[in-house]
């Protein structure tokens, strides 16, 4: 069964999240989605750019929660869901820039959006070992409680 490390542990590597996604904001705002849509793009392309500006602040807020309580499932699942999207939006972006604006510019996107999704790895393990954790707690839980019915069972029959 994995162990999860305590929380002054897990912190700080909570705490990268938010500054790595961050990498993502300077290099968006250069982007000109109007100009695509001009050239061309489905309108969806410029929604997706609006959307990533947005998810990177709810990353953040996410992360930043989850720092609190690192050892929270519901946080570190609704990080990781966060994270895999903007990390799925921003590439859909990319492609829009590679395409409608500069390949150089969506190159230096994807530098960005790989350095943005660095914890996923990690994230996508702790949620793992976060659930088999709470998967044997429940477990042991529902034992402990059928012995007790059980218990209880037995001494009514005495009576």
């Given at each position: 069964m994995p162990s999860i490390a305590p929380d002054w542990d897990?912190?700080?590597?909570?705490?990268?999240?938010?500054?790595?996604v961050e990498k993502l904001r300077p290099v968006l705002v250069q982007l000109q989605p109007e100009k695509w849509t001009a050239a061309g793009a489905p309108e969806a392309y410029e929604k997706q750019y609006k959307d990533c500006l947005t998810a990177i602040g709810y990353v953040q807020n996410a992360a930043g929660r989850l720092?609190?309580?690192?050892?929270k499932l519901s946080l570190a699942v609704e990080t990781l869901v966060r994270l895999?999207?903007?990390?799925?939006?921003?590439?859909s972006v990319s492609q829009a820039v590679r395409?409608?604006?500069?390949?150089?510019?969506?190159?230096?996107?994807?530098?960005?959006?790989?350095?943005?999704?660095?914890?996923?790895?990690?994230?996508?393990?702790?949620?793992?070992?976060?659930?088999?954790?709470?998967?044997?707690?429940?477990?042991?839980?529902e034992q402990e409680a059928q012995k007790c019915r059980a218990q209880t069972l037995h001494q009514g029959n005495r009576k």
């Open positions: 897990l912190k700080p590597k909570v705490q990268k999240i938010g500054p790595e720092a609190e309580q690192p050892a895999e999207s903007l990390v799925q939006m921003a590439s395409r409608y604006q500069n390949p150089a510019i969506a190159d230096l996107l994807d530098g960005e959006i790989s350095a943005a999704g660095a914890s996923r790895d990690w994230l996508r393990q702790h949620v793992t070992d976060l659930s088999i954790l709470r998967e044997k707690e429940l477990s042991v839980a």
